[in-house]
């Protein structure tokens, strides 16, 4: 089944008058044959019975499937919506009544209903009864209050009972269709008919009753190929339609508009008025036979079904046929029934306690004016509201507004008012004549300069829409041409003053200023251009981007609604959103503009349905906002005076739009405006005495949380450390503090945050200040009261490793509650000595690491030391302190034992005898005497070199092999750690192994336990 939204036709055949309807198709889907049809009052919905057997729900907007219900496998005959239940009723071939919720598609009940086919299904509009009639000659009536109890059952016909349909004027009486050829009028609570009528010459297939109390009407179809119309007071035939040449299904008055459906068995839908029973069109979609016709009084929508699939279309257009004058008198058209009501005061002052807040519908008090001759498709007043002009069926009728007396009356396609005289109108007369009248007289007729023209638009102009999409303006005295612009318009719409028009088209809308003066001195003068008008009479403001469905000018902004439900203004081109409005499932708006009132500074607007809403919207407001857009901040001022301070705050929001943030934190009242706008504008005291000023009670709210965020953010912006602090205290900022106090080394604040964090159950913060402070003893107890005791147990091995023992304890027991055997596989340093190397050196670091902090404690280990301190992070302290042990001097040897006593000297040697004389003469004694000498000392100075070079020598060597030795141990230091990492990982690993094994086992014994329960079915099975 596939969906397929085609094209519009139009209906426009102008022979005797008819009702001039534009006729689209809005759905149109293949499926099994269409038994029955619904429409859903307020959603796009329509609702198919399927001889498959299923019922199915198709958005005639989108052409989409919502839902599907695979009700039977027999014929579904009938279904029907119940709107204030959300569900839907069905019957099907199998006798038997279903129930559903159309939201959730859950059956809410399933009962038999009838011993034979069950032919139609109707809901009563107020009561929770809902009447059956079938094959079996009974109606039954149904209770779902009651449990969906049968109260009333109804006997008297002699056939087939067909359709049956409760009267709209009197809800306890309904009519019933039978193939005995008569039509039978019951009561609820009496089993018997009050009366019978018979006419047919065939069985009677279908019944209808006339929507509105006026007229005691019932319309038939049968099997004879007539539609009759009845009056059930004389009962009497009013009137028989011809034209059906098979058996005729179904037969409906519109309950909107006045026309008469009949759907038949030859493949046609015909479409008669209701009030002269002229036939104004056959519609045939080839799909074969038609069985079924649906329409609500909320929309112009027919759904049709077929053998082939089902159809909906629209008949003409649904909006309302409503106009308001400058006064607030409201008059709208019901069928051909004219009422009026007045809106003023109906909303209330604001002041007030009873009045109704915006959007809240208004109650109004409608009074009867009277019918009109013709069926209306338009009302409009004229410029003073003192008469109404009434257009449809290719006629007009100007009506006194007060009383609905005739004024004037006569044949035009269109009709438009003048802005400006009392009795000033025009009308077109066909593509290619206009004629103006003045004061209800004819004063002139026109050819428009285009080759058809398509509308007439009023207003301080006349505007012609020319069929090359083009609108041509002419003046209302003169009837000279002033100007074309090329442009399709849907409407236009002209300011009080005149000098403003805004032409809105398809998806966009140009607003142009128009001079008057010059117009006017062109005409006198004789200077306009039969082909360009009157040089200089428009020029282009602005353009607004939107599909405008409708809109009024106040001063010189623009209120308009737009197609998606926004109720917007525009003042000098930029836009501003006044409110949402409520929308159809499509997103379309469902609501246009009637008016404004200035003296109630309320802007109106209706539904399709003939709902008035109201919305307050200050005239002044709009003035100054006007002002403002032309730069006139003198007259702003003054206008600002007489603006009530309540809409101070919608005031300092415009001109932030605008860019005018000073002006706008001057002008607002909203505390949480202000201190957005003090933020903005790098006003942070003004930020700040705000939140100063926060009653006590909203001081721990979630948004007041987040201004302190925000006021906290823009101080940090500016170095503003006190206030930033200040800012995140108030908010328990604790992530903001933790960054602020590590920049700026504020030791008392981290401790200080430390403890704040931990007594809100920030425990990561916490951790962290308190790891930053050195306080690795209020770490390990953080760890072990959030039971991260695993965590705990390592955090202790690096830092403190004198509590190991101790919370290795707490996790084995912990640990024990899962598994036993893992906890016993953890090692701890009293029973497993071996596997914590090094344990000794890591308890003298612990003393060094403490004693340091207590020895800075008081001072601090100021920011200067860092380039050398931060050396120290990279250190393998174990490592240093096995190496200092290592490369520390062996201790002096114990002083040597005395020597022995020397032995007695040898007695002095006998003194030489002198030498001989000699011939030789002598030598200098002195040069004899320093040979020896110089000799000696030269000897003991090189020796004493040697000896030094060879002590410092041996002592480099030594510090070699010092170094050497110092690596080594450090090497050895860091494997032995790697490995005592590696042992605990593996007994972690191996722990969590035997964990998970022991676990495994137990679920696996528990399970088998279970089976053999379940299996036990004693020694003899």
């Known amino acids: 089944m596939d969906p397929l939204i085609t094209h519009s036709t139009s209906l426009s055949i102008y022979h005797q008058q008819p009702i001039r309807l534009d006729i689209k198709k809005k759905l149109s889907v293949s499926?099994?044959?269409?038994?029955?049809?619904?429409?859903?009052?307020?959603?796009?919905?329509?609702?198919?019975?399927?001889?498959?057997?299923?019922?199915?729900?198709?958005?005639?907007?989108?052409?989409?499937?919502?839902?599907?219900?695979?009700?039977?496998?027999?014929?579904?005959?009938?279904?029907?919506?119940?709107?204030?239940?959300?569900?839907?009723?069905?019957?099907?071939?199998?006798?038997?009544?279903?129930?559903?919720?159309?939201?959730?598609?859950?059956?809410?009940?399933?009962?038999?209903?009838?011993?034979?086919?069950?032919?139609?299904?109707?809901?009563?509009?107020?009561?929770?009864?809902?009447?059956?009639?079938?094959?079996?000659?009974?109606?039954?009536?149904?209770?779902?209050?009651?449990?969906?109890?049968?109260?009333?059952?109804?006997?008297?016909?002699?056939?087939?009972?067909?359709?049956?349909?409760?009267?709209?004027?009197?809800?306890?009486?309904?009519?019933?269709?039978?193939?005995?050829?008569?039509?039978?009028?019951?009561?609820?609570?009496?089993?018997?008919?009050?009366?019978?009528?018979?006419?047919?010459?065939?069985?009677?297939?279908?019944?209808?009753?006339?929507?509105?109390?006026?007229?005691?009407?019932?319309?038939?179809?049968?099997?004879?190929?007539?539609?009759?119309?009845?009056?059930?007071?004389?009962?009497?035939?009013?009137?028989?339609?011809?034209g059906h040449s098979h058996n005729i299904c179904s037969v409906m008055f519109h309950p909107k508009l006045p026309l008469i459906c009949s759907a038949s068995e030859d493949g046609t839908v015909r479409l008669w008025q209701s009030t002269t029973y002229r036939a104004e069109t056959t519609l045939n979609y080839g799909m074969e036979r038609a069985w079924a016709l649906a329409a609500t009084r909320e929309t112009t929508k027919l759904a049709i079904g077929f053998d082939e699939g089902c159809v909906v279309i629209e008949l003409g257009s649904d909006d309302p046929v409503v106009s308001m004058d400058g006064t607030g008198k409201v008059v709208w058209a019901k069928n051909n029934e004219i009422q009026t009501t007045t809106v003023r005061g109906l909303a209330g002052a604001v002041d007030d306690e009873d009045a109704l807040p915006d959007g809240e519908r208004l109650p109004v008090i409608p009074r009867d004016l009277g019918a009109c001759e013709l069926y209306p498709q338009a009302i409009k007043h004229n410029c003073n509201g003192r008469f109404i002009a009434v257009c449809g069926d290719g006629e007009y009728i100007i009506y006194t507004a007060q009383a609905l007396r005739n004024k004037a009356f006569g044949q035009a396609i269109d009709f438009v008012w003048s802005a400006t005289g009392t009795g000033d109108y025009a009308i077109r007369e066909s593509t290619n004549r206009v004629k103006f009248f003045k004061n209800f007289k004819e004063s002139r007729a026109i050819k428009p300069a285009t080759a058809s023209a398509d509308a007439l638009f009023g207003g301080h102009l006349l505007g012609v829409k020319g069929g090359d999409s083009a609108v041509l303006f002419y003046d209302w005295d003169s009837g000279e041409f002033v100007r074309k612009i090329d442009v399709a318009p849907k409407e236009i719409y002209w300011s009080d003053a005149g000098n403003l028009v805004l032409i809105a088209c398809a998806d966009s809308a140009y607003v142009l200023s128009y001079n008057a003066a010059t117009t006017a001195s062109a005409i006198a003068m004789g200077q306009v251009s039969p082909e360009d008008g009157v040089d200089g009479s428009f020029d282009l403001l602005y353009e607004i981007s939107d599909n405008i469905t409708s809109g009024e000018w106040v001063g010189d902004c623009f209120l308009y609604c737009n197609s998606s439900g926004r109720l917007n203004y525009s003042v000098g081109g930029k836009i501003q959103t006044l409110v949402h409005l409520d929308t159809n499932s499509s997103g379309a708006t469902t609501h246009r503009i009637l008016g404004y009132l200035a003296k109630e500074d309320r802007v109106y607007l209706v539904d399709k349905s003939l709902n008035i809403v109201s919305y307050k919207i200050m005239l002044a407001v709009l003035q100054y906002q006007t002002a403002v857009m032309r730069g006139d901040f003198d007259a702003a001022n003054e206008l600002l005076a007489v603006i009530p301070e309540a809409e101070y705050t919608t005031i300092a929001r415009f001109l932030e739009s605008q860019g005018f943030k000073e002006e706008a934190l001057e002008v607002t009242t909203d505390d949480d405006h202000k201190f957005d706008l003090s933020l903005e504008l790098g006003k942070i005291a003004i930020a700040h005495g705000l939140m100063e000023e926060i009653p006590p009670d909203e001081k721990n709210s979630i948004d007041t949380m987040a201004k302190w965020k925000k006021l906290s953010d823009a101080a940090l912006k500016i170095s503003d450390f006190e206030l930033t602090e200040a800012c995140s205290l108030a908010s328990d900022d604790f992530p903001g503090l933790l960054l602020l106090y590590s920049a700026v080394g504020n030791f008392d604040g981290m401790e200080a945050l430390a403890a704040a964090a931990q007594k809100k159950g920030k425990t990561n913060v916490a951790f962290i200040a308190y790891l930053l402070t050195g306080n690795v003893e209020a770490c390990a107890n953080l760890l072990i009261d959030t039971n991260r005791l695993p965590e705990a147990a390592f955090f202790a091995r690096t830092y403190l490793p004198s509590r190991v023992e101790e919370i290795v304890s707490l996790w084995k027991a912990d640990l024990s509650k899962v598994s036993e055997t893992a906890a016993n596989a953890l090692a701890d340093p009293k029973s497993s000595p071996d596997l914590f190397p090094d344990l000794d050196v890591a308890l003298q670091v612990e003393k060094m690491f403490l004693a340091q902090r207590e020895a800075t404690k008081a001072t601090g280990i100021s920011a200067s030391d860092y380039p050398t301190a931060k050396d120290d992070l990279e250190l393998d302290l174990i490592a240093l302190v096995k190496s200092q042990a290592v490369a520390a001097p062996p201790p002096p040897p114990p002083p040597a034992p005395p020597a022995p006593p020397a032995p007695p000297a040898a007695p002095p040697a006998p003194p030489a005898p002198p030498a001989p004389p000699s011939d030789e003469p002598p030598e200098n004694p002195f040069a004899a005497a320093d040979d020896p000498v110089d000799d000696a000392a030269a000897k003991a100075a090189e020796k004493a070199e040697a000896d030094r070079r060879a002590r410092e020598a041996a002592a480099a060597a030594e510090r070699r092999r010092a170094e050497a030795e110092a690596r080594r141990l450090a090497e050895e230091a860091a494997a032995a750690e790697a490995a005592r990492i590696a042992a605990e990982e593996a007994a972690a690993a191996e722990a969590a192994r035997i964990a998970a094994e022991e676990a495994a086992a137990a679920e696996a014994a528990r399970i088998a336990a279970e089976d053999d329960d379940l299996n036990d079915f004693g020694d003899d099975w």
């Not at 329509?46 to 907007?61: F, H, K, M, P």
């Not at 014929?75 to 709107?83: D, E, G, H, L």
């Not at 839907?88 to 034979?116: A, L, P, Q, W």
């Not at 009639?133 to 008297?156: A, P, V």
Request: proline letters at 4%; hydrophobic letters at 35%; one cysteine or more.
């Open 31 to 242: 499926s099994e044959r269409v038994k029955s049809v619904d429409i859903h009052p307020t959603e796009s919905w329509a609702l198919a019975a399927l001889y498959s057997g299923n019922v199915t729900i198709w958005d005639y907007e989108s052409g989409s499937n919502v839902k599907t219900f695979e009700v039977s496998e027999l014929p579904v005959r009938c279904a029907k919506f119940i709107t204030r239940k959300q569900w839907i009723v069905c019957s099907s071939d199998d006798m038997r009544i279903r129930v559903y919720n159309y939201n959730t598609m859950e059956k809410i009940k399933d009962f038999e209903g009838h011993s034979d086919y069950i032919r139609y299904v109707e809901v009563h509009p107020s009561l929770p009864y809902f009447l059956t009639s079938s094959d079996d000659m009974t109606i039954k009536l149904w209770d779902w209050d009651r449990g969906f109890d049968c109260t009333q059952f109804f006997e008297g016909h002699s056939h087939y009972v067909m359709m049956v349909r409760f009267n709209p004027k009197d809800t306890n009486t309904f009519a019933s269709a039978s193939l005995d050829r008569s039509i039978k009028v019951w009561g609820l609570g009496s089993p018997v008919p009050h009366y019978t009528l018979e006419g047919h010459e065939r069985g009677v297939n279908c019944i209808d009753y006339y929507p509105s109390g006026d007229k005691p009407y019932i319309l038939s179809g049968a099997d004879d190929r007539t539609v009759k119309i009845w009056d059930y007071q004389t009962k009497s035939i009013v009137h028989s339609l011809d």
